[in-house]
């Protein structure tokens, strides 16, 4: 298949080099011109394995220099970059084009259907797997996930069908399930916990469990988080939750990785806080949900943006 990695981070990227080991013509497309610069100058993206690291021949290009007529496009980008990112690489939108969403929060979904004729054609998914950006051009894979996948207008044919084709022969295992929404909303959940109490506290996820309250701030989250989807008809698993929570910050598993939205703050970039624990409230306030705890969380995060660059690590000498 032909098929392009609209929004080529640290996911993005992972996808990228397994659909690229399936056999497919993989074209990774991003707004990050070092980034595109780097895979381009030396022959291909890097990426450090679990067994070690491998430079995967994928090309690379900016969405203004993208070409093609892609089977599938796989769109990794922030969520508030969703709407610029489908806009940048209309040209590459065909009536048969299939536009798969696998990034976190809220909003993504609608987002992309508003610049698609055939609404069939979104297919979203949720997945556990993990990366991180190490530089320009590289990345490295993180452990083991699962990854699900469903029509977002709810049915089941030839859409879905050409998701599972591609990941078919990859390393990625892909199923297709009715749950998605309800799976999307609970990693939702599972960011809005971790994400942001990481970032506040610059730390990895095994970190946080050394406060012995964490479970306190934790379940307010998730607690609300649930009421809110509740009012929109998601039934959202607040033990699968918890559960899923208490394996990543597990030090034998993942526990030293550094969460998406610490990796956004540190690199000086706008985080997600408004379509994970922001669109929560906002939600909520539409239902009349109180969401006391994501509000107090969404305004940290907003503060720590605003005051980065006044910052203070150490005392000074």
Known sequence: MEITILGAGAMGCRFGAALHDAGHNVQLVDPWAEHVAAIESQGGLRVDFD???RLVDLRASL??????????????GKAMQTADLIASAQHLISESTVILTLQNGLGNIEAIAAFVENSDNVVAGVTTLASELLGPGRIQALGNGVTH???SSGGRDIATRIVQE????SPISVGVSPDVHSMIWRKVAFNAVLNTLCTLMSCPVSALRAYP?????ADAVIDEIAAVGAAEGVEIDGDDVRKTILEATDPEMSGHHLPSMLQDFLNNRTTEIEHLNGEIVRRGDSHR?????NA???HLIRMAEATRSQRIDALPQ
Request: no cysteine.
């Open 63 to 76: 969405p203004a220099s993208s070409s093609g007529s892609p089977d599938l496009i796989v769109v990794f």
């Open 289 to 293: 949900v109180p969401t006391p705890t």
């Open 149 to 151: 996948v469903m029509q």
């Open 166 to 169: 591609a990941f078919a022969g």
């Open 213 to 217: 309250e964490f479970w306190t701030v």
């Open 296 to 298: 107090l969380i969404r």
């Open 51 to 53: 067994d070690g690291p």
